[in-house]
């Protein structure tokens, strides 16, 4: 009997018109492949490096769909199932607006897709796809599934491999699409099956795509043990409590850190009240996190966010002054967007405020159009706050003035401006 084919397709970002090269691989396609048995044939297509082929052989289309790749997969979907080939659909966005999804698929998977995966594959060989398949709550054991990265090997990624650890945040953020997700739960992989995973790869640098790598101090301590022996190097994203321990920073550049992304968002102390930021509350904790990075020769990329109801001109500028002064390789000034299903969103929507219901759904470059206005920012303003302030940091006055002020090593520093010149080139162009 003909073995069925499945074909999981990565969407490209809704507002990404062109095709790029240097891509990191996705992350649950590899998961998905592993717990997929070999009755089935399976490939992956790459929407953000390719176009997609929609007259490909293939008896199902699978995709993982966040909010800002919605459009773009919802658009993929009507294609295949035009042809008459159903389409299924998870992800974070799926989880947090289900009956829009239902609209555009056979079939969405609510909650983690691991669960509900084996599932969807078997109803598919009878012939019996449902509507909808559910977790009920439940997560995922992360010490059973592993990752056949055999389906990535159609496409030259960039030479660094994305991974999980941890999987869930311990705060809550109001603007967060993680936080009513996963609601402060925080699952674990054993740290030994981590370094499994990794010795059995042959790269050298690893993105963990934890949505908060500093969740737990001991274990990431554990898993940075275990990884020390590797020899890798690595990068994560962490709040910034977790980094006020100078013994724990030296341990996560002993294992191999060489950058983390760390979510400052403001130095405006009413935002961050009103974002509900727990982890960034204590006072002087910013300068300690850079301190003791610095210290350790990690370079930091910083979350920012701009046009909050209580942010103004000065605020706004107080918080650049601060990232330009302690010369952050890399600053991402981005407008707050209202994700569906957080308590943000439903604040803005109850009171009238939002100038495009469903703004995923839109023709529009999300970062570069107003959603909303503010008390001190107009349409106008909010259209192009957090641009103005990228192209200001990424302009080369400022690059080479942090180049010559950085607290950094040469080697680092130049490391840094390198990066800062190709993140004007590629990424800030990207974003326009
Ligand atoms: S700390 Fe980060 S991942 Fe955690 S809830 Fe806040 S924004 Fe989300």
Known sequence: MQKKRITFIQPNLIYIKRKRRLRIEPTIYSKLKWLTPDDFECELIDARMEDVDFDIKTDLVVMSVSTLTSRSAYSISAEFRRRGIPVVLGGCHVTLCPEEAMENADAVCLGESEI????????FKNNNLQKIYKCDGARYDFHEVKADRSIYKRYKYVPISSIEFSRGCKFNCEFCSYAPIYKQQVTYRNPEDVAVEIKSNPNKFFLFVDENFGNDIEQTSKLCEALMPLKIKWFAQMSVNALQNADFVKLLAKSGCKCLFIGFETTNVE??????????????SYDIAIQNCVDNDIAIAAGLIVGSDTDTRESINETYDFVSKHQILFCNFVNLLPFPGTPFYNRLKESGRLIFDKWWLEDIAPYHTALFVTEHFNKEEMTTLGYDYIKKYYSYREMFKRFIHSRYKLPVRIMILLGNIFLKYYYIDLTA
């Not at 509900?116 to 109803?123: G, S």
């Not at 727990?278 to 002087?284: G, H, P």
């Open 271 to 284: 935002t961050l009240k009103q974002m509900n930021k727990m982890a960034n509350m204590k006072k002087d």
């Open 116 to 123: 509900t995966w084996p599932k969807v594959l078997e109803d």
